[in-house]
Structure formats: structure tokens, C-alpha cells
């Protein structure tokens, strides 16, 4: 089966990164390495960040360098170095001008997000980039729809507030459905 048929259509990521986090579980991230080999991992946790009213955002103090892609049209990477060694994966959403985007925190195959981009070996170089092969980075829709969602809130975010620490904007299943 040729890989465009399994990708998502680009207009499906103009929604808000709380529409899609749930959406993409399940869903195949592929990465194609140097040599040519393809690894692709089950997406089984991501977290929600949405618009400028989100404190746990990086878009909560406005647009700056570090954040602008957030603010650009959807279906791009938006990745950031945390705690100057971990690469964090996102990927926009949203129309152009609303700052989204879904934070991937895990796979099947991989616990945690500095061990993902760590695996992949992702770096800031795909910041920026189409969620498409090209990029040698893309997304597969689920083979398999219904999976049990569960909502919780996100982690790691304590300088958000009481409030946006709470807010259930993680989702993720069990690794054993």
C-alpha cells in the first residue's frame, strides 16, 4: 500500500490541537532515517495546548521566536529544546493566527517524550517542517478506530497555575488494549 493513502488529509489539523489529541491516538508516527529505514511508532499519548488563555502554553505571553510557529498555518512541527537536552515533538494545529498545537508524551514503543525524539533521532532541524514523507517525518491515520480514550491532566506543567494543572487536556489509552 503506498503511504499516501494512509496519510491524513492536510486540512484535517486546521481543527484545535483539543479536537485532534484525541483523534491521533493510534495513529502511526513514521520517521525515515539517513540510511533510508523507516521506524514507525503507535501514538498513544499526546497533550493538548491551545490559544493564548492556556498558561501552560508557550503561546500564553504572545507571539515571540521561540513559539511563532505556533501561530502559522497547521500539519508543520514545532519542536523546542527542554531543559537544554530533550527535544519535545509537537505538531500544529488550528487555522493560521490561533496559536495550537498536540504535544506527543508517548508511544507504544517508547516511554516519554525526551526518549521519542531521542529514538528518532529528532532534533530542531525538523522544527518547521510539513507533517508529510518529504520531511522524512509524517503521521499514518490508525488502522483501528474505538480504542478507550482516557482524559487527565497534563504533567510537568506546575508553573501553569492550580487552574491549567488541572484542566484535562492529556488523553492516552492503555498499552495493553
Given amino acids: ?103 506527543f508524551r508517548g508511544t507504544v514503543e517508547v516511554d516519554g517524550p525526551g526518549r521519542l525524539t531521542k529514538k528518532l533521532d529528532l532534533n530542531g532541524n525538523f522544527s518547521g517542517l510539513a507533517n508529510h514523507p518529504s520531511s522524512r517525518l509524517w503521521l499514518e491515520k490508525p488502522l483501528t478506530d474505538g480504542l478507550p480514550i482516557h482524559m487527565g491532566p497534563r504533567i510537568g506543567i506546575s508553573s501553569a497555575g492550580p487552574i491549567w494543572r488541572q484542566v484535562p487536556h492529556r488523553f492516552w489509552f492503555s498499552k495493553t488494549t
Avoid at 493538548?48 to 502554553?57: E, K, M, P, V, W
Fill in 1 to 103: 500500500m503506498k503511504i499516501e493513502n494512509n496519510l491524513f488529509d492536510s486540512a484535517f489539523f486546521d481543527q484545535p490541537s483539543l479536537e485532534i489529541a484525541p483523534k491521533i491516538l493510534g495513529a502511526k508516527l513514521c520517521h525515515r532515517a539517513k540510511d533510508g529505514m523507516i521506524q514507525k511508532f503507535t501514538i498513544c499519548e499526546t497533550e493538548a495546548y491551545h490559544g493564548t488563555d492556556d498558561l501552560a502554553s508557550h503561546a500564553s505571553r504572545g507571539k515571540n521566536q521561540r513559539n511563532q510557529l505556533m501561530f502559522g498555518p497547521s500539519n508543520i512541527w514545532y519542536l523546542y529544546l527542554c531543559y537544554g537536552v530533550h527535544w519535545m515533538l509537537n505538531l500544529v494545529t488550528d487555522r493560521e493566527g490561533t496559536p495550537s498545537a498536540v504535544f
